[in-house]
């Protein structure tokens, strides 16, 4: 990707977190960047289109991050707790991406939003099966693995509505924090 899209995306990111995809024009990010609405097109084909890929960058770097914990050799509950620091760290550190991932993805026409509901459940699957391993190897008690990173995912996503640089705790104590507060409720 060249320069000048990755600047395109990164104010199509603070304006659809600003003012949200629907009230965000073309010509807002074509301003925003400096670009006639009409040259903006020879980097985008559409606003959507920008949406979309806005959406899967982040939803698929999620998705890599979680595989790669997975396939560290160590116990599920320390994969669990490396899940939720590593979740809420990168939630605080890419506020505004998550924002949008979050809130603007519902806005997507449904061949898009499919491909991003597919990647989400793709994410909330790989939570469930470090819960799953976990049950087995007796370090969490037996419980719906499903509803269990369901309620892991929306305490830790709401990080990026509260969340403020600077605040008394960093992401890793909050990540640190919440794990801890997980890991009791389900350990064995």
């Given at each position: 990707m060249s320069n000048k899209y990755e600047e395109i995306a990164q104010a199509a990111i603070k304006l659809f977190e600003q003012?949200?995809?629907?009230?965000?024009?073309?010509?807002?990010?074509?301003?925003?960047?400096?670009?006639?609405?009409?040259?903006?097109?020879?980097?985008i084909s559409s606003k959507e289109e920008l949406l979309m890929k806005i959406t899967q960058q982040s939803i698929s770097g999620f998705n890599r991050r979680l595989e790669k914990i997975i396939e560290t050799?160590?116990?599920?509950?320390?994969r669990l707790i490396l899940a939720i620091q590593n979740h809420v760290v990168s939630v605080a550190a890419n506020l505004e991406?998550?924002?949008?991932?979050?809130?603007?993805?519902?806005?997507?026409?449904?061949?898009?939003?499919?491909?991003?509901?597919?990647?989400?459940d793709r994410y909330l699957s790989l939570w469930a099966q470090i819960i799953?391993?976990?049950?087995?190897?007796?370090?969490?008690?037996?419980?719906?693995?499903?509803?269990?990173?369901?309620?892991?995912?929306g305490s830790c996503n709401w990080v990026y509505r509260w969340y403020q640089e600077g605040g008394k705790l960093t992401p890793e104590e909050i990540g640190s924090y919440f794990a801890h507060i997980?890991?009791?409720g389900i350990k064995k």
């Open positions: 003012k949200g995809y629907h009230a965000t024009s073309v010509q807002d990010i074509a301003d925003e960047v400096g670009l006639q609405k009409g040259s903006l097109y020879h980097y050799q160590v116990s599920a509950k320390d991406m998550t924002t949008v991932l979050l809130r603007e993805a519902l806005s997507l026409e449904p061949e898009h939003h499919t491909v991003i509901k597919n990647e989400t799953d391993e976990g049950v087995k190897a007796g370090e969490f008690k037996p419980g719906n693995s499903r509803l269990i990173a369901l309620a892991i995912l997980f890991i009791d």
